[in-house]
C-alpha cells in the first residue's frame, strides 16, 4: 500500500491490483528495478474500494491523490460464466469504467492506461486483427456484455481527448496467462483453468476434462511480459489510440497444443479428454503486434513453452495460496 505522499512525485495508481496482470506489474517494479526515482506505485484492489460504487471511487481518488493510473480492475471470468451472465459483465464494467475515468478526469489526473482484451474484436473480421478494426462489427456472442463495456473505454478516451485534451489510451493483452492467475475451472482463462485441472487430476490419477475440440488458436501471452509494456505505455506512449500487447502472428497455437506443454511441464501421464459437446468459443483471435514492434522492436516475449513452464511450477510451489 502507499506510503506518505510526497508532493512533486509522479504517483501511478494501479486498480485491480491484486490480479494477475497487476501482480506481474507489482512484480516488475519491484523485483525488476521497474521503478524508477521519482515515482511512487500504489497498488489498490476491491479491499480498497469498490469501484463500482462512485462515492467509494472517489474517496479512493482523494486519499491517494494519484498522477497516473494503470486501470485494470474489471469484472472478469471464464467462457462459461460469461455465457449465462452477459448482463452482469456489461453493467458492472461499464461501472467501474466510467467511475474510474471520470474521476480521473475530475481529480486531473495525466495519464490513464486502461487494459482492454482481445474478445473486443469482431466476430466476423479477418486476418490478422489490428488497432484499427475494433469497432468494424459485433463481437462475439459469447461475452458481448463483456466485450461491448472494454470497447467503451475506447470510446471515452477518445472523448476525454476531443472534449479536454486527455491523454488517456489503452493496451489490448491477448490470453493472458502467469503466476497469481485464476486457476479454477469454472472462473479461469483456459490455460490456467487447464493448469488447475491438470494438476489436481495428477493428484487424484484421472482424466483431465478440456472444454471443446482442442482446436481455437490463441496467442498466450506471458504476464511479465504484458506488466513490462503497460508500464513502458504510461511512460512513453503518447498515442490515445489503442496499442495490441501480444507475441507475434507466428506465435499462435492451437489450445490442444497449449494443454500438451503444460501436461509436460506438470509430468502428467494420464488421459486427456476433449468434451466436443461444449463450446470453442471463437476459433481464432489473430491480432497483429505489428504497432507495437514498430515502437519496441527490440521487445522480447518469453517464449510460450518457457511460460507455461514457469506458470505451473509457480503454482505448485504456490498451491497453498493460488486460486485454484
Known amino acids: 500500500m502507499a506510503s506518505e505522499i510526497n508532493v512533486g512525485q509522479m504517483r501511478v495508481l494501479v486498480t485491480g491490483a491484486s490480479g494477475l496482470i497487476g501482480k506481474a506489474i507489482e512484480h516488475v517494479v519491484y523485483h525488476e528495478g521497474g521503478k524508477r526515482d521519482g515515482e511512487e506505485w500504489i497498488f489498490i484492489s ?3 474500494g469498490d469501484l463500482t460504487d462512485l462515492g467509494q471511487t472517489k474517496a479512493v481518488f482523494e486519499k491517494f491523490r494519484p498522477t497516473h493510473v494503470i486501470h485494470l ?3 472478469v471470468g471464464g467462457l462459461f ?3 449465462k451472465e452477459n ?3 456489461l453493467r458492472e464494467n461499464i461501472l467501474i469504467n466510467d467511475n474510474v475515468l471520470q474521476t480521473a478526469h475530475e481529480t486531473g489526473v ?5 487494459c482492454l482484451s482481445s474478445c ?3 466476430d466476423k473480421t479477418t486476418y490478422p486483427i489490428d488497432e484499427t478494426m475494433i469497432h468494424d462489427g459485433p463481437p462475439h456472442e459469447s461475452n458481448f456484455g463483456y466485450s461491448h463495456a472494454k470497447r467503451i ?3 471515452q478516451n477518445r472523448a476525454y481527448f476531443q472534449q479536454h485534451g486527455r491523454c488517456y489510451t489503452s493496451v489490448i493483452p491477448t490470453n493472458v496467462f502467469g503466476p497469481f492467475d485464476n486457476f479454477t475451472a469454472e472462473n479461469g482463462h483456459v490455460l490456467s483453468a487447464v493448469i488447475g485441472k491438470t494438476y489436481k487430476a495428477k493428484q487424484e490419477g484421472t482424466q483431465v476434462n478440456v472444454c471443446g475440440t482442442g482446436n481455437p488458436r490463441r496467442q498466450f501471452t506471458y504476464s511479465l511480459d504484458l506488466g513490462r509494456i503497460i508500464i513502458w505505455a504510461l511512460r512513453e506512449y503518447k498515442e490515445v489510440e489503442p496499442i495490441i500487447a501480444s507475441v507475434g502472428v507466428d506465435e499462435e497455437i492451437t489450445i490442444k497444443e497449449a494443454v500438451h506443454m503444460i501436461a509436460e511441464s506438470l509430468d502428467f501421464k494420464g488421459k486427456i479428454h476433449y468434451d466436443t459437446t461444449m463450446s470453442d468459443g471463437q476459433m481464432r483471435k489473430t491480432a497483429s503486434n505489428g504497432k507495437l514492434k514498430c515502437y519496441l522492436p527490440d521487445f522480447t516475449f518469453t517464449p510460450v513453452n518457457e511460460a507455461v513452464k514457469m506458470t505451473c511450477d509457480w503454482f505448485v510451489a504456490n498451491y497453498d495460496i493460488a486460486n485454484k
Do not use: E
Open 87 to 89: 448482463l452482469r459483465f
Open 46 to 48: 476491491s479491499k480498497d
Open 73 to 75: 480492475a474489471a469484472k
Open 81 to 83: 460464466i460469461h455465457l
Open 120 to 122: 473486443i474484436f469482431p
Open 110 to 114: 495525466t495519464k490513464v492506461v486502461s
Open 153 to 155: 473505454i475506447d470510446i
